[in-house]
Nanobody
Framework: QVQLVESGGGLVQPGGSLRLSCTAS????????VTWFRQAPGREREAVAC?????????YYSDSVKGRFIISRNRDKNMVFLQMDNVGYEDTAVYSC?????????????????????WGQGTQVTVSA
């Protein structure tokens, strides 16, 4: 069964850290570009980090998380991670991973949700003291 499942969300204090996981089953995640999106209540969905297809090091970040979040992948485990450090209240959202089967236009349009062909169900991250 082809599936994307996010995990690792929860409650974290401001300034704390959290690591989200995106686990693929039924297909090889390494063959796909993977982007983490987030959506907070009343706000538009926002792309925060992307890792290129067939790559473990080439990444993109939104200005809102650059320097605080790191996207990475473990090819053997068929997973992509989002390490979130120094979180703030503005990071509270549902985080979802999405995949794209090629890198076409990725450098200029990685933030466009319509580019992605499959999504996970999301995991809630709440930043609260």
């Amino acid at each position: 069964q082809v599936q994307l499942v996010e995990s690792g969300g929860g409650l974290v204090q401001p300034g704390g850290s959290l690591r989200l996981s995106c686990t693929a089953s039924g297909f090889n995640l390494f063959l796909y570009a993977v982007t983490w999106f987030r959506q907070a209540p009343g706000r538009e969905r926002e792309a925060v980090a992307c890792i290129k297809q067939k790559d473990e090091a080439f990444t993109y970040y939104s200005d809102s998380v650059k320097g605080r979040f790191i996207i990475s992948r473990n090819r053997d485990k068929n997973m992509v991670f989002l390490q979130m450090d120094n979180v703030g209240y503005e990071d509270t959202a549902v985080y979802s991973c999405a995949i794209k089967g090629d890198d076409m236009a990725l450098s200029t349009r990685w933030k466009a949700a319509w580019m992605y062909e499959r999504w996970g169900q999301g995991t809630q991250v709440t930043v609260s003291a």
